[in-house]
């Protein structure tokens, strides 16, 4: 390797869960630098999802992600003259950056009226182990299992 690795950055927790969990999420939502904004739907978010679920929210919401987050993933590998789709495990931290990802992604997608009534929905939706984000994982899971003969390419 060229270059030292860059150092990791320190990201402190939220001011109302106290949770680095619910910082990265926010960072991972915010358009232009804009966290008041962002941290303002996230938290309304919440609030719908307390109110739907009737049980803790960041319980609801910690075991959502958990359920959009995927283990394997395909990888594109040209060998010869043929492209494979290699399955790979992911490193922690990816799968958990691809997990809020999606959610969020999804979350942007759908039909109702605020985003933090959007990102209520999606949220509810992967808690209940359905919806688009958990869907895309499934599909993530099915298309590694489908390419698993491929696996000894790994590199």
Known sequence: MRKAKPKKRIILPDP??????????????MYEGRKNVVYQIFYEAMEVVGT????????????????????VEVRSRRIGGA???????I????????GMKN?????????EKSMGQK???????????????FKKKEDTHRMAEA???FSHFRF
């Open 147 to 149: 390419n698993k003969a």
């Open 119 to 133: 990102l209520a929905g999606e949220i509810l939706a992967a808690y209940k182990e359905e919806g688009s984000a």
């Open 91 to 98: 490193r922690p931290s990816r799968k958990m950056s691809i």
């Open 16 to 29: 109302k869960f106290n949770d680095v969990l619910v910082t990265k999420f926010v960072n991972n939502m």
């Open 103 to 111: 959610l969020i992604g999804y979350a942007r997608k759908r039909h």
């Open 83 to 89: 492209t494979f789709q290699i399955p790979s495990e």
């Open 52 to 71: 739907k679920s009737g049980e803790d929210c960041i319980e609801v919401w910690k075991k959502a992600l958990a359920n959009v987050t995927p283990a």
